[in-house]
């Protein structure tokens, strides 16, 4: 177990490298850099042209070279690329994340700042959907081939088709205008400060209920198939056979010998999942919610070419993936202990 995990652990490093190497090269060659921005936003110079989206810039007609000289060694590219890339590997080695090329801001902060939003729509989900899907996943299993079983797969089905943004505007658009049940936007009300505690829950659970609904209906689909096929091969095996032989009362057998080994897919699911659902980043429910979130963040800096956010974010992104992923297939030996890595 020991060198499994070594072995994976020193495998993240290749990964990592190159993940942020095929990102560099790829934004570098993308037009439109942060100087051609800047001087377009500070209306410079007209015109402005470039090549290579930050490998080499022609010029522009009128701009002062020293200006020019100025603006891009404000933003770094006054350095050939791969002194800039063997930098930003110096930078993630400390978890520097670097600063925000327009927004004046550290990456980490930005981060910080933005986690709130995310964490509320991902763990919401989380919850809802395995406190849903594992329940009804059981119940078809045991139920299998009748009519519940027909018509919760048909809802799932139904569900699982129909885009989360969609459903949003149609909650927005019924609950939000029409009905004026829900509030159309924020995470929270424009006088949250001055509510007591009580009330801010209450105040924070009515502006989530449109997103989070949104983003559960689909999201527990999967889980609670899986666990209905996982609960029916179980069900058909020698073990379960003997257990009822022997008397054993149909609660005792689903649940004290079919549960475990039916959720061993699941609960090695589990750890990727809940962390990441701390970094969970929804575009299109944040935007329709106006929720500035990391979904929002991430998708504003591939349009500014916030090269720091995109890679910053990139890094720390791949990097708890890579260690919930190690500690996602460590979980099977913890729930089936006769699993060996070796």
């Known amino acids: ?14 990964t990592l490298l190159g993940v942020l190497l095929i990102t560099f090269v790829v934004v570098q060659f993308v037009p439109g850099g942060p100087v051609e921005q800047y001087m377009a936003e500070a209306k410079a110079v007209p015109g402005a042209s470039a090549e290579g989206g930050g490998l080499s810039y022609r010029g522009a007609q ?32 400390r978890f520097d994340l670097g600063k925000s090329f327009f927004q004046n801001k550290d990456v980490s902060q930005l981060l910080w700042e933005k986690l709130p939003v995310s964490i509320s729509l991902g763990l919401w989900t989380f919850f809802i959907s395995y406190l849903i899907a594992v329940p009804l996943g059981v119940a078809k299993a045991v139920r299998a081939g009748s009519r519940f079983d027909f018509v919760t797969t048909l809802l799932i089905l139904v569900g699982y088709a129909i885009p989360g943004f969609v459903l949003g505007v149609a909650l927005l658009v019924i609950f939000g205008g029409q009905l004026q049940w829900f ?7 424009s006088n949250w400060d001055e509510l007591s505690w009580g009330a801010r ?19 527990f689909a999967v889980t609670a198939m899986l666990t209905k096929n996982a609960f029916l091969e179980e ?7 003997t257990a009822r032989a022997k008397g054993l009362d149909e609660r005792q057998v689903l649940w004290k010998h079919v549960f475990r080994n039916a959720l061993i897919p699941i609960l090695t699911g589990f750890p990727a999942a809940f962390i990441g659902a701390f ?5 299109l429910i944040e ?7 990391l979904g929002l963040l991430s998708y504003e800096s591939v349009i ?6 995109v890679l910053g974010t990139l890094y720390f992104f791949t990097l708890i993936g890579l260690v919930t992923k190690l500690i996602s297939d460590l979980s099977y030996v913890w729930v089936d202990p006769r699993v060996k890595f070796d």
């Open 287 to 293: 935007t329709l919610f106006s929720l500035d979130g």
């Open 279 to 283: 970094f969970t980043g929804s575009l």
């Open 1 to 14: 177990m020991l060198i499994y995990t070594l072995k994976r652990l020193l495998l993240m490093i290749p």
């Open 235 to 241: 069900i058909r095996k020698q073990y379960v056979v």
């Open 201 to 219: 829950i209450v105040d924070y659970l009515w502006h989530i209920a449109m997103p989070v609904t949104a983003m559960v209906l689909g999201s």
């Open 62 to 93: 009128g701009v002062d070279p020293k200006r020019l000289a100025q603006i891009k060694a404000l933003y770094g590219f006054d350095k050939p690329a791969h002194e800039r890339f063997f930098q930003m590997l110096g930078q993630f080695a």
């Open 304 to 309: 500014r070419r916030d090269y720091p956010v």
């Open 183 to 189: 509030p159309l936007r924020g995470l929270t009300s």
